[in-house]
């Protein structure tokens, strides 16, 4: 392949004014190196951005729970002040009546959805674990150690699917 050059082709204006790299020669090597750097810029931003994304994705997830979850309350207050007609609005005997049909077996529950809820989370996050250290293990040039190590790591994901199955089946029986 011939290495054209050439030079920056200037309007009249910009030869009227000081232009750094006004001769600068323009070859193909050159354009290649500069559109490999603008692909690495490009292809660094779109990571930045899925790493926001999925950041702002768990987010959301987790503003929708948590809306969920006031709406659910929300409820059941509703339903506890329903349940206190007879007695009269404003006295202490209502407000006493109300917060103890409100938390009366749900203290303990809700800390268990809470705790659950956290080690659920955690325990999402530990896949991508499983997929680097798959990539990684991938890299391993003994092809007898790299079989051993994939067959460890699938026994792995097995007893990660089991557990997730196990909390996911837990999370659905205190909702």
């Known amino acids: 392949m011939e290495n054209k050059t050439g030079y920056q082709k200037l309007t009249e204006d910009e030869e009227k ?31 930045k951005f899925k790493k926001y994304d999925e950041q702002r994705s768990e987010y959301c997830h987790r503003l929708e729970q948590n809306y969920a979850l006031m709406e659910e309350r929300f409820g059941e207050f509703s339903d506890a002040i329903g349940e206190c007609d007879e007695i009269d609005d404003g006295t202490k005997e209502f407000y006493k009546e109300v917060v103890m049909r409100l938390y009366k077996g749900k203290v303990s529950t809700d800390k268990e959805k ?53 909390f996911q089946k837990k999370m659905n029986d205190l909702k």
């Open 114 to 166: 809470s705790v659950i809820q956290k080690a659920f989370s955690d325990l999402k996050k530990l896949q991508e674990c499983f997929n680097n250290m798959e990539f990684v293990m991938m890299g391993v040039g003994n092809a007898q150690k790299k079989a051993e190590l994939l067959n460890e790591l699938r026994k792995m994901q097995v007893r990660y699917d089991n557990i997730l199955t196990s």
């Open 17 to 47: 004014i000081w232009i750094p790299n006004r001769k600068l020669q323009l070859t193909q090597k050159a354009e290649i190196a500069r559109l490999h750097k603008v692909i690495e810029e490009k292809n660094a931003a779109i990571n």
